[in-house]
């Protein structure tokens, strides 16, 4: 999909993560979004197309109940006019900051565009450091001009407020997902206006060097405490060599040199110098940063064409089974926990409503307490869609057993795989019918031990059970999986 595509897709299942309760965007407004998509793009359409065309159409139906969704995903849309800013005034900028040399003097060693070579210099080893860090495995990231251009063309900070604070908390998770999603496409983007921007630069400094050449005659010269004309000409030799080669233009030797320093006269016309400057300028300047801009902009049109979205969305993975009507395998295994047949049909009937009545839904013999590091390897079958581990809220969370337990089981997933987990409290709910304080000292003592193995953890009630609210908590874990595990 491409770029605006993408970035409404983001859009709608940040909002659709944030609303477990399903208050800005509901059962009905999800489905109807998945039937009319569905409906458009047909069942054998590719998963991007389709996944579109929901988001398109659930924007639609979002943006006028709540006109906030329009204004972020516009202030997120990228401003081309940035770019080409950015370019214009760095050119105005080169134009506006060449001062050749005092009293109309160029001293040949301390020339401004030599600061400018070498500037650029280090910007080139910078980007082979960077290079070389991605081929390793390092996570693009963008330094703080980069950051600075990506927030100019687009606003990710943008009113996320909105008086409902469901809406708000899914706006502002959309911004923090574009903004990571969106980085390698930024990268590629703000790259090529920084080397635009260091080409138009550069061509403004030389340009007013020339313009000022004109109507001024600058003389060439040197001087230094430390350095003789042999000296001199060694270092300016690496320099301004080849473009010495390139324009003809002969390097002095080193009594030419020391006729031209500025203690021994007023050194001689600057044209040459000039001329060679300029050109080693368009060696290591214009040549290597019109390149980089080339590649960057192919690289940024790739990407803004073909957006590639994260395959282990679990949310993506449950539209598109939806679209094509296939049925998802779960399985749940318990940990410590014999299962009634009251919880077995209560499982399936939750786990049906999550992923659909045509899911696959298998309980697994329970693993005994103590035997979390002999979890059978086929414990999870290679093509199931989720697995959830089952526990008891009446046991103390141990991060040695139930931990132990949590990481074997993940050790058997294939990747992508979500795995959450699921309390059941009909037993504490019996004991404790009195004290709700103990109820919630124990689902926090089981949460802070779930986000520790990154877990997302579903509470309800297997005996008695309210399937709306367990949905919705199991919708809502499902959801955050990505988020919780990565």
């Not at 329009?70 to 001062?99: C, E, H, N, Y």
């Not at 063309?153 to 911004?175: E, S």
């Not at 030797?253 to 320093?261: C, H, K």
């Not at 060696?283 to 990407?303: D, K, S, T």
């Amino acid at each position: 999909m491409n770029e605006s595509a993408a970035r409404e897709v983001v859009l709608v299942r940040a909002i659709e993560q944030a609303d477990a309760e399903r208050r800005v965007w509901n059962d009905e407004d999800r489905a109807w979004a998945t039937r009319a998509a569905a409906e458009v793009v047909g069942a054998h359409s590719p998963e991007d197309a389709f996944l579109a065309r929901r988001a398109s159409l659930s924007i639609e139906r979002l943006g006028a109940r709540h006109p906030s969704v329009k204004r972020v995903l516009a202030a997120t849309t990228w401003r081309p006019w940035i770019g080409w800013a950015v370019v214009m005034i760095a050119f105005a900028a080169g134009v506006a900051t060449d001062q050749i040399g005092p009293a109309k003097r160029v001293n040949i060693l301390a020339f401004p565009l030599i600061a400018l070579l070498a500037w650029n210099l280090v910007v080139y080893a910078f980007i082979i450091v960077q290079a070389l860090a991605r081929l390793f495995g390092a996570a693009p990231t963008l330094g703080p001009l980069r950051g600075a251009i990506a927030r100019l063309g687009r606003a990710t900070a943008a009113p996320v407020n909105d008086r409902d604070p469901t809406l708000a908390r899914g706006l502002a998770t959309f911004a923090a997902d574009w903004t990571q999603f969106s980085l390698p496409l930024a990268s590629a983007r703000v790259g090529r206006i920084l080397h635009l921007g260091a080409l138009a630069f550069a061509l403004g400094a030389i340009a007013g060097m020339y313009v000022r050449g004109l109507a001024l005659e600058y003389r060439a010269g040197w001087e230094s405490t430390f350095l003789d004309a042999e000296s001199v000409r060694r270092l300016l030799g690496p320099v301004l060599g080849p473009a010495s080669k390139l324009t003809g233009i002969a390097l002095p030797d080193a009594t030419r040199l020391e006729a031209v320093r500025f203690s021994a006269g007023e050194g001689e016309n600057a044209a040459p110098w000039l001329h060679l400057y300029a050109v080693t300028i368009g060696l290591v300047v214009l040549i290597p940063r019109a390149l980089l801009a080339l590649l960057a902009a192919f690289n940024e049109r790739r990407l803004t064409f073909d957006f590639s979205m994260p395959r282990e969305d679990t949310h993506a993975q449950r539209l598109v089974r939806q679209l094509r009507g296939e049925s998802a395998r779960v399985r749940v295994v318990p940990y410590a926990f014999d299962v009634t047949p009251e919880a077995s049909q209560t499982l399936h009937s939750l786990l049906e409503r999550a992923y659909g009545a045509k899911s696959s839904i298998d309980i697994a013999s329970p693993v005994a307490w103590g035997a979390e590091d002999s979890v059978p390897k086929d414990v999870v079958p290679a093509d199931a869609a989720s697995v959830a581990a089952l526990f008891s809220l009446s046991a103390t969370p141990e991060p040695e057993n139930h931990g132990a337990f949590l990481a074997a089981l993940r050790s058997r997933l294939a990747a992508g795989t979500p795995l959450a987990a699921i309390i059941d409290e009909s037993s504490f709910r019996k004991r404790f019918a009195q004290s709700p304080e103990r109820l919630e000292e124990r689902r926090a003592a089981w949460q802070r031990m779930l986000a520790e193995q990154r877990v997302a953890p579903v509470f309800l009630d297997l005996e008695s059970p309210d399937l709306l609210a367990a949905e919705s908590a199991l919708n809502r874990a499902i959801e955050r999986l990505p988020e919780i595990q990565a």
